[in-house]
Antibody, heavy 120, light 109 residues
Framework: QVQLQESGPGLVKPSQTLSLTCTVS??????????WSWIRQPAGKGLEWIGR???????NYNPSLKSRVTISVDTSKNQFSLKLSSVTAADTAVYYC????????????WGRGTLVTVSS | QSVLTQPPSASGTPGQRVTISCSGS????????VNWYQQLPGTAPKLLIY???QRPSGVPDRFSGSKSGTSASLAISGLQSEDEADYYC??????????FGGGTKLTVL
């Protein structure tokens, strides 16, 4: 079955750019029925949607993060990626990638999550 | 503070019925469908209810969702110890933003 796996550095210095990749296995990322999203969760806090991408390259971002976020897709590698620039300690969180059903916006499949700590 | 408002905590005894509310506005819950996620300790969230009241395959029918106007509810009947988790509502907003509620921690007494 389709699985998602996040990967990337677990430690990022303040002011630098956080970069994560989500690899989709067991199915094609180019399926027309899905967006591909990033969601994060600071320790002990709630979920925050970061943004999403369609395989055409079309994106939507959370307005509160839009100026710092870039989500891209590489269909040849069956991957999509997140870049978050100018990070601070407030960006420390578990980052999840998720499959986002186009109709009615819900996440039917999640990665296990990866902890990213912003610290010098 | 989340745009979608949930009570921070809820509790019940085994076998009881518990409801968790989620309040929004006309631009999110009022005009889009509501989804619910269950997050067990130390794990990724799992889709529990989608499109207001639909259960994915494998979710017990003890879990049900409803929506009225700008509010939604998740009901859990026949409460079990394994239901102890955090529950999040979510809805798309017409401003092209995805919203989660702040989450409700359910304790089974």
């Amino acid at each position: 079955q389709v699985q998602l796996q996040e990967s990337g550095p677990g430690l990022v210095k303040p002011s630098q750019t956080l970069s994560l990749t989500c690899t989709v296995s067991g199915g094609s990322i180019s399926s027309g029925s899905y967006y591909w999203s990033w969601i994060r969760q600071p320790a002990g806090k709630g979920l925050e949607w970061i943004g999403r991408i369609y395989t055409s390259g079309s994106t939507n971002y959370n307005p509160s993060l839009k100026s710092r976020v870039t989500i891209s897709v590489d269909t040849s590698k069956n991957q999509f990626s997140l870049k978050l620039s100018s990070v601070t300690a407030a960006d420390t969180a578990v980052y999840y990638c998720a499959r986002d059903v186009v109709i009615n916006w819900y996440f039917d499949l999640w990665g296990r999550g990866t902890l990213v700590t912003v610290s010098s | 503070q989340s745009v979608l408002t949930q009570p921070p905590s809820a509790s019940g005894t085994p076998g009881q019925r518990v409801t968790i509310s989620c309040s929004g506005s006309s631009s999110n819950i009022g005009s889009n469908t509501v989804n619910w996620y269950q997050q067990l300790p130390g794990t990724a969230p799992k889709l529990l209810i989608y499109s207001n009241n639909q259960r994915p395959s494998g979710v017990p029918d003890r879990f049900s969702g409803s929506k009225s106007g700008t509010s939604a509810s998740l009901a859990i009947s026949g409460l079990q110890s394994e239901d102890e988790a955090d529950y999040y509502c979510a809805a798309w907003d017409d401003s092209l933003n995805g919203l989660f509620g702040g989450g409700t921690k359910l304790t089974v007494l």
